[in-house]
Antibody, heavy 121, light 110 residues
């Protein structure tokens, strides 16, 4: 069965960076886009961008350009999302989600369990 | 891109139907037939219930249906059940490889 298993909760100070991992299993990792979505406490979903695990190609939402980097390690079927220069507003649950097999359109059929990132001084 | 506009909350009685709207612009919902809907229960990850405006993933009951007219997409839930009480989010392709979510709608089954 398809599963996306994310790394555990993180606590960071303002100005620091965080890197969240997302290990895929039950399907061909390089065959589907991976998207990242975050949800601040009590707030809605915010799309952050996607990565093509086959090519390594990426596209980031304008709000995160310059601060976010999405990478992968195909040997371990794992995707990563790194966010730098953290601010208090970056405190959220970060989700990875499997996208479409052929393009970047929003069809997120499997989701990780979420990783809570706390920003605290 | 600005978030798509959804009503903050809707409510309905068991067995009845509700429709949740998702209004975008001609740059997203109005141009592309790539609108998806997600159901999220408290403390859980979202679940895909509709994609490509009106397609249902396997395992999603046919009580859930999607449609689109102009710049507005809609999710209709018929035969409301208690377990349908959740938050619902729309998401649309917005061109230049980007996607955008709606603000979310809280469905209460009363």
């Amino acid at each position: 069965q398809v599963q996306l298993l994310q790394s555990g909760a993180e606590v960071r100070e303002p100005g620091a960076s965080v890197k969240v991992s997302c290990k895929a299993s039950g399907y061909t990792f390089t065959g589907y886009y991976i998207h990242w979505v975050r949800q601040a406490p009590g707030q809605g979903l915010q799309w952050m961008g996607w990565m093509n695990p086959n090519s390594g190609g990426t596209n980031y939402a304008e709000n995160f350009q310059g601060r976010v980097t999405m990478t992968r390690d195909t040997s371990f079927s794992t995707a990563y999302m790194a966010l730098t220069s953290l601010e208090f507003d970056d405190a959220a649950v970060y989700y990875c989600a499997r996208g479409d097999s052929s393009n970047w359109t929003p069809k997120f059929d499997y989701w990780g369990q979420g990783t809570l990132v706390t920003v605290s001084s | 891109q600005s978030a798509l506009t959804q009503p903050r909350s809707v409510s309905g009685s068991p067995g009845h139907s509700v429709t949740i709207s998702c209004t975008g612009t001609s740059s997203d919902v109005g141009t592309y037939n790539f609108v998806s809907w997600y159901q999220q229960h408290p403390g859980k990850a979202p679940k895909l219930i509709i994609y490509d405006v009106l397609k249902r993933p396997s395992g999603v009951p046919d009580r859930f249906s999607g449609s689109k007219s102009g710049n507005t997409a809609s999710l209709t839930i018929s035969g409301l059940q208690a377990e349908d009480e959740a938050d619902y989010y729309c998401c649309s392709y917005a061109g230049t490889y980007n996607s955008v979510f709606g603000g979310g709608t809280k469905l209460t089954v009363v």
